[in-house]
């Protein structure tokens, strides 16, 4: 997330986005979370999880976790 965001304002932000979804759509699909450093994203999906939700994962170690071993990244696009 181009953001820095906390717990709650990530949950949110998934939780909205979940919410366009329908009960089979959400069961469905694939979720994939990260964050910074990955405890943030590690705590939404256990919440994601207990909210029975079972396709969820997240990039261990976070977008740090990601990037410092040279996995592929792009740089932002300007916003207008």
């Not at 069961?27 to 207990?50: E, I, N, P, Y």
């Not at 909210?51 to 696009?77: C, D, F, H, N």
Request: glycine share 10%; charged share 20%; proline share 1%.
């Amino acid at each position: 997330m181009a953001l820095k965001k906390g717990y709650k304002q990530m949950l949110e932000e998934a939780q909205a986005k979940i919410q366009t979804l329908s009960a089979d759509e959400a069961k469905d699909r694939q979720f994939v979370l990260f964050c910074q450093s990955g405890w943030r994203s590690a705590l939404v999906a256990s919440t994601l999880q207990d909210m029975g939700l079972t396709r969820v994962s997240i990039i261990a170690g976070g977008y740090q976790g990601w990037k410092e071993p040279g996995g592929a990244t792009a740089a932002a696009k300007a916003r207008s």
